[in-house]
């Protein structure tokens, strides 16, 4: 029995590696607290979660779907998140917002490594988590070899609180290790208490030792009655579980197949007893405040409501209409909605522990601590409950508008989509001139582009963005150059020289003059200098040039004809003239990237690495991740695009990397010569080619 009734609707995550089965489990919770009168399956696409288009036409999930339901009195939110690890912002958010997470994975080995991110991020956050072993009916290898593989990955111990009862290859019923009772699976409904199997008996004895002892380890008492070898009450272990469990010392492991409802009542009842409370959440966290308080996990625009901040309700009550600030902006709420899955109900007020949508709070971001008077501090810097910074995007795409008339659009809904999910981030490129979309992956990106599509009604079209090549010079030359023009009225008369130099890598541009005797009058200097950066758009090779420095020493002017203009013209053409004769180079950005990695895989990663023209910096284990290595290299970004794609496929989706750029290099020969004609104008080509 749970000590006291609990005063608050409790919220439990559901999350866990991709398709393991985190939003049956939620179907199978909400038809088993009677929320819905049946269930729908991934197969058919009905699910209450994933009943958005892009889930459903993906077969996943790809944002968190919201339900409440009640169980045995008590109100409980679920947060079913999605597993691939291209949304993992959107899941750590909601984890932020609930006072339990249960871990959804499947039976086997050799994906256990995928865990080993999202049980490191629970552990770091000391948020409250049990694993549920889902499809326990396909299950062919033993839970205890499972077991062995998930523990390897948890910092935790792991803690059995059920033996499956097996009959032939199936697992048809568990044994409760607390209570020793046996009971066998029943589809739909709660699961029948049966007679202890004889040839259960000493399996059971031992799993349940070894949980009693893993308790004893935080415990001496209940070491020293072990020792005894006195039998601990049933309440004993249960309060035991839960201080453990609500501490994030111990992780309880439980059975079951969601799909068939196996082992769910059973899953429901251990978070009633074990699930803390949101006070104890609140204090967790360290959000401090008075009443009404709330933070938001996650920020949509629908349609027919528009701007939609769903948050958990720290302190109730919150009423609609009220004024709620986050410090620097405040807003009045304007609808309070219950979600569940897509359906909306509207609602007066929200109390203490509810998770809600508030309607119309502009300016108000995915995160933000919301109080009567913007005063409630939010925690920072490394404390647990500080707000996970969304992750550094490692893919991207140029996009563009279907439509030329939807630029403005398309920049609009970016914004949107942006604020929706902070991992989306979007930047104007200033040397390639494109618009980028930057992600966690391709999947990612899909989404977000039929969601543009779907959602704001702006079609685009997306390409593998353009790298920044940037050119230079290798060598000096002195070149004159005169812009002479006789055209009826005024002339155009300027004339000067210059010097163009290459300069240190990284240096840039520079322009100098060194004019004696007012060979070029002072007020035109500038309109040398102008029309020589504006060359620097674009060099002879076609790209950007850097690192280089022009020095006026010379020229000639004309007390009518010279203007700005002319000089400008007259700088430009120095440079045309000379550049080509400076043995001008391509330079490709390099970037310095940290892979990061399971060591068993650091060897193939640096092969993979270096396939790519990468340098091997060195590689060392990665601080605070036991098991893990963190691979340093120079990478040239135009290898870059698609790393994070077979950086995952070869290292079971767990793989990924940081970068900045680091400087740029020289490029030459036939790879050289490639980049260049694929960046020569059309009209140009054309040229080459007649
Ligand atoms: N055999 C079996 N299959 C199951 C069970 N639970 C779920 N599945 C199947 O596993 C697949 C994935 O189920 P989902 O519930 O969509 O998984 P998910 O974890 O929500 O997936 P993402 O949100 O995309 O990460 C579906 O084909 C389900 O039918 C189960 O208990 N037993
Ligand atoms: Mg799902």
């Not at 398709?19 to 269930?39: C, D, H, N, Q, W």
């Not at 072993?133 to 609180?161: C, E, F, G, M, W």
């Not at 104007?428 to 989404?447: F, P, R, S, Y």
């Not at 009826?488 to 060194?514: C, M, T, V, W, Y």
Request: hydrophobic share 40%; charged share 25%.
């Amino acid at each position: 029995m749970p000590n006291k009734t609990p005063s608050a609707p409790r919220c439990v995550a559901l999350v866990g590696p991709y398709l393991a089965g985190k939003t049956t489990l939620l179907e199978s919770i909400l038809f088993a607290t009677e929320a819905i009168p049946r269930k729908g399956t991934a197969k058919e696409g009905n699910l209450t979660g994933d009943s958005s288009p892009a889930a459903r036409a993906r077969k996943m999930s790809v944002e968190v779907n919201v339900a409440s339901t009640t169980f045995m009195g008590e109100k409980w939110t679920f947060l079913d998140c999605p597993g691939s690890i291209e949304f993992a912002h959107e899941a750590r958010s909601a984890l932020m917002a609930a006072d339990a997470a249960i871990v959804v994975c499947e039976p086997t080995v050799e994906r256990a490594m995928t865990l080993a991110p999202l049980l490191k991020f629970l552990d770091d956050r000391q948020i409250p988590h049990l694993l549920f072993l889902n499809k326990i009916d396909d299950a062919d290898i033993r839970v205890r070899d499972t077991l062995a593989a998930l523990q390897a990955v948890s910092a935790r111990p792991l803690v059995l609180r059920q033996v499956p009862i097996r009959e032939g290859d199936t697992v048809t019923g568990y044994v409760d290790l607390i209570s020793e009772r046996a009971y066998h699976y029943k589809a739909g409904q709660a699961s029948d208490l049966i007679p202890m199997p004889q040839t259960m008996a000493e399996r059971e004895k031992e799993a349940r030792q070894g949980l009693l002892e893993k308790l004893a380890d935080f415990d001496d008492k209940l070491l020293e009655q072990l020792l005894e070898d006195t039998v601990p009450s049933k309440e004993d272990i249960y309060s035991h579980l839960a201080r453990n469990l609500a501490a994030d010392r111990i992780v309880p492991v439980l059975l079951g197949a969601a799909e068939r409802d196996a082992g769910v009542r059973r899953l429901l009842k251990s978070l009633r007893h074990d699930v803390p409370e949101p006070s104890v959440t609140a204090a967790r966290l360290g959000l401090k405040g008075a009443a009404p308080l709330a933070q938001v996990f996650k920020t949509q625009h629908a349609a027919h409501t528009g701007k939609v901040s769903v948050v958990r309700v720290w302190q109730g009550p919150i009423a609609d209409g009220a004024t709620l600030s986050d410090g620097s902006n405040s807003a009045k709420i304007a609808g309070i909605t219950r979600l569940m899955g897509n359906a909306v109900t509207k609602q007066a007020k929200a109390e203490t522990g509810d998770v809600v949508g508030l309607l119309k709070l502009e300016g108000v971001a995915t995160g933000a601590l919301l109080s009567a008077k913007g005063d409630a501090a939010a925690p920072a810097g490394e404390s647990v409950g500080a707000w996970p910074a969304p992750p550094q995007p490692i893919f991207s795409l140029a996009v563009n508008a279907e439509k030329r008339g939807d630029d403005v659009k398309l920049s609009g809904a970016l914004h949107r989509l942006s604020e929706e999910d902070p991992s989306l981030v979007v930047e104007h490129n200033a040397d390639t001139h494109e618009l980028l979309l930057w992600g966690q992956g391709e999947m990612h990106l899909a989404v977000a582009i039929d969601r543009l599509r779907s959602s704001y009604h702006v079609p685009v079209v997306s390409q593998a963005p353009q790298v920044p090549y940037k050119e230079t010079i290798r060598k000096g030359v002195t070149q004159h150059a005169r812009h002479k023009r006789q055209s009826g009225g005024h002339g155009q008369f300027a004339d000067i020289k210059i010097e163009i130099r290459p300069l240190a890598r990284g240096s840039g541009f520079n322009f100098e003059e060194k004019i004696v005797g007012g060979s070029v009058p002072r007020n035109f200097i500038p309109a040398v200098e102008d029309g020589v950066r504006d060359y620097l758009k674009r060099g002879p090779l076609g790209f950007p040039v850097v690192d280089v420095q022009v020095v006026l020493f010379d020229g000639q002017y004309h007390d009518v004809d010279s203007s700005d203009q002319a000089f400008m013209t007259a700088g430009g053409l120095g440079m045309r003239e000379g550049m080509p004769k400076c043995d001008p180079v391509l330079l490709e950005p390099i970037c310095k990237v940290a892979v990061t990695v399971p060591n068993e895989f650091t060897s193939r990663v640096q092969r993979l690495v270096q396939t790519r023209r990468g340098q091997i910096l060195g590689y060392d284990a990665k601080a605070g991740w036991p098991g893990w290595d963190e691979v340093s290299a120079m990478l040239p970004q135009s290898e870059m695009h698609d790393l994070i794609i077979e950086l995952r496929s070869a290292t079971q989706g767990v793989g990924t990397f940081g970068w900045t750029f680091d400087h740029l290099a020289e490029l030459t020969g036939k790879p050289a010569e490639k980049i260049i004609a694929s960046r020569r104008p059309a009209e140009e080509k054309a040229k080459v080619a007649s």
